[in-house]
C-alpha cells in the first residue's frame, strides 16, 4: 500500500501512529511487540517523534524488544553507528527495557562472528524456531538498496541465514544485515522515503519490471503480511497517481 504525504512532518506522525498501533496490536495478540529499526537519514525524524508525547506513553515500551534490520560495524559510540544514533535520538529518552535492545555491534567479534551470534539471539527468543518481527521498518537509497541489500550483492539471493555480514564498495566500514529471509517473515513492513532524490527510485521500485538484483527493495514480499509505503510528495513526483 502506498501512502504519499505532503510534508516530512506529517508523514513523520503518520509513521509513529503505526508503530504504535502495530506494537500495541502485537502486545494485546502475542505479549510483544518485535519492533525492528533502521539506519541512515530517513528515520531520524520519526524516531524523535517517538520519543516525545502522546507516542512516547502511548508505545508499550516495556513489552517491545527492539532490533536493527542492519549496521555498520562500529561501536555505539561512533557517529555511524545506527544504533547508537536511535539510543540517541529515541531509546535514552523512552522506558524500553536495557535488555530488550539487541544491537548487533559486539566488542571482541568480527562482522561475520556478530552476524551468526545475532541470528542466534533472534533464534533464541522464538525457543529455535523461526523468528518472525512484528514491524520492520527500512528506507530506501536513490539506488533503491534496503537495509545493507546493495544492488549486486549476494545477500539478495540469501536462501538460509537470517543476518549476514556485507561488504560495500560505498562504505568504508563492514555492514551486517538482516537478510531477505528475515525481511519476509515481518507482519508488517514499512518503507519511509522522502526527498527528490529517491523519486527515480521508489518509481523503479514499485512500477518497474522485478529486478531485485539492481532494485533490492522490490525483494521485499513477505508471503504473509503487508508491506507499506510511506513517502512525501518530492518522492512521489516521478509516479503517476
Known amino acids: 500500500m502506498l501512502s504519499v504525504f505532503p510534508d516530512i512532518k506529517t508523514l513523520t506522525e503518520a509513521a509513529a501512529e503505526l508503530v504504535v498501533e502495530s506494537a500495541q496490536e502485537a502486545v494485546e495478540r502475542r505479549g510483544r511487540c ?12 520519526l524516531y524523535i517523534t517517538l520519543a516525545q508525547e502522546p507516542y512516547r506513553d502511548e ?15 562500529v561501536p555505539l559510540s561512533d557517529e555511524r553507528s545506527n544504533a547508537g544514533a536511535a539510543m540517541e535520538l529515541l531509546l535514552k529518552h523512552v522506558s524500553v527495557h536495557e535488555n530488550h535492545i539487541i544491537v548487533m555491534y559486539k566488542d571482541g567479534l568480527s562482522p561475520e562472528q556478530a552476524a551468526l551470534e545475532y ?12 523468528p518472525r518481527l512484528d514491524l520492520t521498518l527500512l528506507g530506501c537509497g536513490p ?10 550483492s549476494k545477500a539478495i539471493d540469501e536462501q538460509k541465514a537470517l543476518i549476514l555480514a556485507v561488504n560495500h564498495t560505498g562504505s568504508d566500514v563492514p555492514r551486517i544485515t538482516m537478510t531477505p529471509v528475515l525481511i519476509n517473515q515481518s507482519r508488517t513492513v514499512v518503507f519511509i522515503a522522502y526527498g527528490q532524490e529517491k523519486a527515480i527510485a521508489v518509481r523503479e521500485v514499485l512500477t518497474g519490471a522485478h529486478r531485485p538484483k539492481e532494485l533490492p527493495a522490490q525483494i521485499v514480499k513477505p508471503p504473509d503480511g503487508e508491506v507499506l509505503w510511506y513517502i512525501d510528495g518530492p518522492a512521489a513526483s516521478q509516479l503517476e497517481i
Open 119 to 130: 541470528e542466534r539471539k533472534l533464534k533464541e527468543l522464538f525457543g529455535g524456531g523461526q
Open 59 to 73: 508505545m508499550p515500551w516495556e513489552n517491545t524488544i527492539v532490533l536493527w534490520s542492519d549496521e555498520r560495524y
Open 34 to 45: 518485535l519492533l525492528a529499526l533502521s539506519g541512515g537519514h530517513s528515520p531520524k525524524s
Open 143 to 152: 539506488d533503491a538498496h534496503t537495509a545493507s541489500l546493495f544492488p549486486g
